[in-house]
T-cell receptor, first 116, second 114 residues
Framework: AQKVTQAQTEISVVEKEDVTLDCVYE???????LFWYKQPPSGELVFLIR??????QNEISGRYSWNFQKSTSSFNFTITASQVVDSAVYFC?????????????FGSGTKLNVKP | DADVTQTPRNRITKTGKRIMLECSQT?????MYWYRQDPGLGLRLIYY???????NKGEISDGYSVSRQAQAKFSLSLESAIPNQTALYFC?????????????FGPGTRLTVL
């Protein structure tokens, strides 16, 4: 079974629109970590955020914000006022204590296209 | 993460050839990983290692082997490359120290098997 599901394969928006990328995860542990990475067209993987499951406060970093909902096992990522440079594939990931936090389970990614 | 390097960055090879992808890190991390990325499939774990003497298979290890020559080096080999191993390969490191509990990725190796 997929531990991390990113149901949106591809999203297209026009610049300045807000966009939310969904991430749903599955774990039986109460302590875990969640991550988001960005992969621009150049191909490298850029770390965006790590969230501990005990920290339920939402996080904002500039135009980026993350909504962590334990009740629905979701860790969604919103880009406000999107820009062309936000065009990339975005990955959500999970690590669990059952693997001693040694393994990272990635979703299949959401490709975001921001058009001018 | 410039502390994790991969060579080569691009490689084109033919079916049946043996090929090695190399990964080096200067982060001092014990944990190293090889992932494969295919369009629409995300990142899938091939092998991972907790130290020089500890190598573990990931979800898609068939057709691959690895060698952890030192704490800083982790190589991935394709003994006899086949076209469906054409993909983007990433090496990563991590550690249990606070602030390091996430994958630190290398720049990736784009492999094409003809």
């Amino acid at each position: 079974a997929q531990k991390v599901t990113q149901a949106q394969t591809e999203i297209s928006v026009v610049e300045k629109e807000d966009v939310t990328l969904d991430c749903v995860y599955e774990t039986r542990d109460t302590t875990y970590y969640l991550f988001w990475y960005k992969q621009p067209p150049s191909g490298e993987l850029v770390f965006l955020i790590r969230r501990n499951s005990f920290d339920e406060q939402n996080e904002i970093s500039g135009r980026y914000s993350w909504n962590f909902q334990k009740s629905t096992s979701s860790f969604n990522f919103t880009i406000t006022a999107s820009q062309v440079v936000d065009s990339a594939v975005y990955f959500c990931a999970l690590s669990e204590p059952r693997d001693n936090f040694n393994k990272f389970y990635f979703g299949s990614g959401t490709k975001l296209n921001v058009k001018p | 993460d410039a502390d994790v390097t991969q060579t080569p960055r691009n490689r084109i090879t033919k079916t049946g050839k043996r090929i090695m992808l190399e990964c080096s890190q200067t982060k001092g991390h014990d944990r190293m990983y090889w992932y494969r990325q295919d369009p629409g499939l995300g990142l899938r774990l091939i092998y991972y290692s907790f130290d020089v003497k500890d190598i573990n298979k990931g979800e898609i290890s068939d057709g691959y082997s690895v060698s952890r020559q030192a704490q800083a080096k982790f190589s991935l080999s394709l003994e006899s490359a086949i076209p469906n191993q054409t993909a983007l390969y990433f090496c990563a490191t991590s550690d249990l120290k606070a602030g390091e509990r996430r994958p630190f990725f290398g720049p990736g190796t784009r492999l094409t098997v003809l």
